[in-house]
């Protein structure tokens, strides 16, 4: 099968040739159709990820066909289309993954190839409203989201929601699952773009994190805010306790900004406020996840569709920060 392999720290990837992995008794195999990029993969290939070992293949997001399944599989998922669950071994507590926890695409060969080879029990029927390219935009960013809005920081319709760096496969989707729980949705980003485009899918509206007074300007658009989902850390991170409302909920996934200085905690215990760590998502998780994408007829963005072999070139705009919503890679 064709595959793309990254071979070293650093390497560019390169399309190779692999064996058809062979599938055990509760596992199936599964023909890539479409695939996707997230942050993950890059920072794997720019060796700032623990636990790396080559040579590999990247990707986390991946939906096509079951083309093969072991004895112990039903039978009903033989020939079916489906999305892949990359959020594996989560364990039995829905609070926090166990220690043997792992992502898709590391250390286990991910889906940038022409065929993956899963347990039966990360898959999940494509949502029918949706392309292969779209249903593959949608796992790993979208189940991210989806835990933060609501196992985490328990959204409720009505309420005002921040989404930091708006952009981004995450960010987008929780924008997206926000206003379709029907909170009044704002965001930031460094681009008027991606502002622009937030708009347009039906945020309130948005600031440039850039300007010295963000804070401000977001406070006098919308008072403050019940929910805030932040992907970045950083100084800019304690700004985000001041516009939170009484009783408010930050949940962050991610530190693309670092460490985060100056927190008071006045602020947290007398607003009452919950800081709250996320990562990916359980398996109950998921499963609610598409349940909620499909009630709901959500399209994920996608921003560029590459083949396979322009692998390189995808994960470089990655690099860039450049997209608005998802980069695809059609196998």
Excluded at 52 to 67: E, Y
Aim: no cysteine; glycine share 10%.
């Amino acid at each position: 099968m064709k595959a793309i392999i990254l071979r070293d720290k650093k390497a560019a990837l390169q399309l190779s040739d692999l064996p058809i992995p062979h599938i055990s008794a509760d596992e199936v195999l599964v023909k890539i159709h479409a695939a996707a990029f997230n942050r993950r993969d890059y920072y794997i290939q720019q060796g700032q990820y623990p636990g790396i070992k080559f040579p590999l293949v990247l990707g986390s997001d991946g939906a096509g066909i079951v083309v093969e399944i072991g004895e112990n599989v039903p039978k009903t998922w033989l020939n079916q289309a489906v999305i892949i669950n990359p959020s594996h071994q989560w364990g039995e507590n829905e609070r926090v993954q166990a220690k043997d926890f792992q992502i898709l695409g590391l250390p286990e060969h991910g889906t940038f190839a022409e065929y993956v080879k899963v347990s039966h029990k990360y898959l999940a029927s494509k949502p029918t409203h949706l392309s292969f390219e779209q249903a593959a935009a949608i796992p790993l960013a979208g189940l991210t989201a989806y835990r933060a809005l609501f196992s985490r920081a328990n959204l409720q319709a009505g309420e005002n929601v921040l989404i930091t760096g708006v952009g981004g496969g995450a960010a987008m989707f929780a924008l997206q699952f926000a206003l379709a729980k029907g909170a009044s949705v704002y965001v930031t980003s460094s681009s008027a773009e991606k502002i622009e485009k937030a708009v347009a899918l039906g945020a309130k509206g948005g600031v440039n994190y850039k300007d010295a007074d963000w804070h401000k300007q977001l406070q006098a658009l919308a008072g403050g805010f019940d929910v805030i989902i932040d992907s970045a850390g950083g100084e800019g991170f304690s700004l985000l306790t001041d516009i939170a409302n009484p009783g408010g909920r930050i949940a962050i996934f991610g530190g693309t900004r670092g460490l985060i200085p100056n927190i008071s905690p006045q602020k947290i215990f007398w607003k009452q406020l919950s800081i709250l760590g996320s990562t990916m998502g359980s398996e109950a998780d998921f499963s609610e996840m598409i349940a909620f994408v499909v009630e709901h007829k959500i399209q994920p963005v996608v921003d560029s569709v590459f083949a396979l072999e322009m692998a390189q070139t995808g994960i470089e705009k990655m690099g860039k920060s450049g997209q608005v919503g998802k980069i695809v890679l059609r196998v």
